[in-house]
């Protein structure tokens, strides 16, 4: 009896047809690397036998080159034909922070109230901001 896994993805096999991509690509590269792999790597393009992955670190880049003929090989077996031929590894581009807004390191001098009294200052700032609405 075939694993459940193995089903799923010769049912997303025949769906997939001749669109070959990086997102179709995606399933397959998961069950080839296994979990902890698959989550600090994405492939992000494919084309003419070139699979491109990103890596999340140089430290995980490295990690991979030696692994690399083993997951062609993995890979492969489970697209059902040899498709894949070379793995790129690049870094990924870091994610950028949304622009937030600007703190002062000291705290600056509050008037007394009874918010005054809540040691945390992220509520206390929520709570003064509920109290205006309020009024």
Do not use: H
Request: aromatic fraction near 8%; glycine fraction near 6%.
């Amino acid at each position: 009896m075939k694993p459940s896994g193995d089903s799923l993805l010769s049912i997303y096999r025949s769906n997939a047809g001749d669109r070959w991509d990086a997102q179709t690509i995606m399933p397959y590269w998961m069950a080839a690397v296994g979990r902890q792999l698959a989550l600090k790597t994405r492939p992000t393009f494919f084309a003419k036998g070139r699979l491109t992955v990103e890596v999340d670190g140089a430290p995980w880049r490295q990690e991979m080159f030696p692994l690399t003929g083993t997951i062609l090989a993995r890979l492969n077996r489970l697209l059902g034909e040899p498709m894949v031929k070379w793995i790129d590894y690049r870094l990924a581009r870091p994610q950028r922070r949304p622009p937030g807004r600007a703190q002062s390191a000291t705290a600056e001098a509050e008037p007394f109230d009874e918010a005054s009294g809540i040691q945390d200052p992220q509520l206390r700032r929520l709570y003064r901001v509920s109290m205006k609405r309020l009024r």
